[in-house]
């Protein structure tokens, strides 16, 4: 038998899985999101053969099938061959300033460039020092351009898409390219710990196994099916926290306030 303590904590317990019916989630309202891409070909979409902008509509698709965003607006600023100090130039620009500073997020591509100029000028005689020491540099602008994109956009995410080996076609007997290669990763990856709000997403694994059935015909940059497990590994990483951090911004509090 219930006693009268009992009947009222079920009848509280009943109201609130009332309200809890007739008051939908708030994670249910959908939000729209702001999205700037900035960086190199990966970003502009060199090898997508709709040319609708490589990894972007895998990950737009991806993104707008998650419950509480309704649209993921993107801006590419992506430009083929740019290496990571032409980007910090561009940051500069007043249009990509103003797209940072209403942004949610910003996805940078950048580094293979900085790699591939020091194969260019070492092509006949490639040395790990040279690529040593084109690392420092590329650091130094890496967190330049991290430092700009936080002044424009202090409380944004910001996520950098990590090298991958291009040059297994071309230089497939020199196995300490892949060495190299997760050098800079990891460098990165540590730079960008020094900051909140940042992620790092790895993608040279996918890469390695099946390079030529994920290149395009250049066999130096992504196809249309590289873009999409590009795609996918950065909604995965997203996944892990950014987009909470995201879609909490939208959420109302008992005022009516955000925050």
């Known amino acids: 038998m219930l006693s009268s303590t009992n009947i009222g904590h079920f009848n509280q317990a009943k109201q609130t899985a009332l309200t809890t019916k007739t008051e939908p989630p708030e994670d249910f309202i959908p939000h729209d999101i702001t999205i700037v891409s900035a960086g190199d070909s990966l970003t502009e979409g060199v090898g997508d053969s709709t040319n609708s902008g490589g990894y972007i509509p895998y990950l737009k698709e991806k ?14 600023f992506g ?40 194969v260019r000028e070492n092509f006949s005689n490639l040395k790990f020092r040279a690529f040593h020491k084109q690392k420092q540099k590329y650091i130094e602008n890496l967190e330049e351009v991290i430092n700009k994109l936080r002044k424009d956009n202090p409380d944004g995410i910001i996520v950098l898409v990590g090298l991958y080996n291009p040059f297994l076609k071309w230089f497939a007997n020199i196995s ?34 099946n390079s030529e059935e994920l290149l395009y015909t250049d066999y130096f940059h992504p196809n249309d099916k590289g873009y999409e497990l590009i795609a996918n590994r950065v909604y995965e990483t997203l996944k892990e926290g950014a987009l909470n951090k995201i879609t909490e911004r939208f959420y109302t509090v008992g005022n009516g306030e955000k925050y």
């Not at 993104?63 to 590419?76: P, Y």
């Not at 910090?88 to 940072?100: C, E, F, H, P, Q």
């Open 79 to 118: 430009v083929k061959g740019n290496r990571s100090d032409q980007l910090l130039t561009r940051l500069n620009s007043s249009k990509i300033k103003t797209a940072v500073r209403e942004a949610d997020m910003v996805i940078v591509t950048i580094g293979g460039n900085d790699m591939m100029q020091v």
């Open 176 to 209: 300490e390219l892949n060495v190299i290669i997760d050098e800079w990763n990891k460098t990165s990856k540590k730079t960008l710990a020094k900051y909140p709000n940042t992620y790092f997403v790895e993608i040279d694994d996918l890469f390695q196994k």
């Open 63 to 76: 993104l707008e099938d998650n419950r509480g965003i309704s649209s993921a607006h993107f801006f590419n």
